[in-house]
């Protein structure tokens, strides 16, 4: 936040502000909550990286021009914000549910353990590293970000499977078939499918197919 700024834009650094950051992360957490299981795990979780790319990118130039004009810093706040809601509505908690999804029960604690040790990892690596980013790219740091969310969306678009009303063995299906190159199908429709190939096979003895 010492980017924003003029003054009159760091005043808002304080226990207020804080109260309104913790506020904005618990509302859109309960969002995420009752989204979830209506708008499915994918367009939260890619879209969430989306519209932090988008206010990564107009961080960045509210910070690079902001002694033009005298609202820009506060742009800069407004996107701040916004980039934290972002987060906090897909990428803050999807991933947690979906490593409980993507598992069986025998494997979730090493799962658990994995991802959160990544998390951890790469919270404290971007915290450490960061003032170097700052120092090197100056207003032009965020761009580090917003490529990185950018690259993150790409490859869940591309690769997530929405697992929204789909047991685990579904899921599991869907990535044998994708790990073998046939795709993923229906389990509903290949029981019909394996139905009407039944049916075709039984022929009756006069047409020269077996009596079933």
């Not at 009159?8 to 969002?31: R, V």
């Not at 970000?145 to 685990?168: D, M, R």
Request: charged share 10%.
């Amino acid at each position: 936040l010492s980017y924003c700024g003029r003054d009159s834009a760091k005043k808002y650094i304080s226990l207020p502000f804080k109260i309104l950051l913790l506020s904005l992360k618990i509302l859109f957490l309960l969002i995420q909550g009752l989204a979830v299981e209506r708008l499915g795990r994918r367009p939260l979780l890619i879209g969430g990286f989306g519209l932090m790319v988008i206010f990564f990118a107009i961080l960045t130039v509210s910070l690079t021009f902001q002694n033009h004009a005298y609202w820009l810093p506060y742009l800069s706040i407004f996107c701040i914000l916004a980039i934290i809601a972002s987060f906090c509505i897909g990428p803050g908690g999807i991933p947690f549910i979906l490593t409980g999804e993507f598992f069986q029960q025998s494997q979730k604690p090493a799962a658990f353990m994995i991802a959160g040790t990544v998390n951890w990892v790469s919270n404290f690596s971007v915290g450490l590293l960061f003032p170097f980013i700052q120092a090197g790219l100056q207003t032009f740091c965020f761009l580090v970000f917003a490529v990185v969310c950018l690259a993150g969306a790409t490859y869940l678009f591309f690769v997530l499977p929405e697992t929204k009303n789909k047991t685990i063995n579904e899921i599991s299906q869907r990535e044998t078939g994708l790990a073998m190159g046939t795709g993923w199908r229906d389990p509903e429709q290949g029981l019909a499918d394996q139905h009407a190939a039944k049916s075709s096979s039984c022929m009756p003895a006069c047409m020269g197919g077996p009596i079933c």
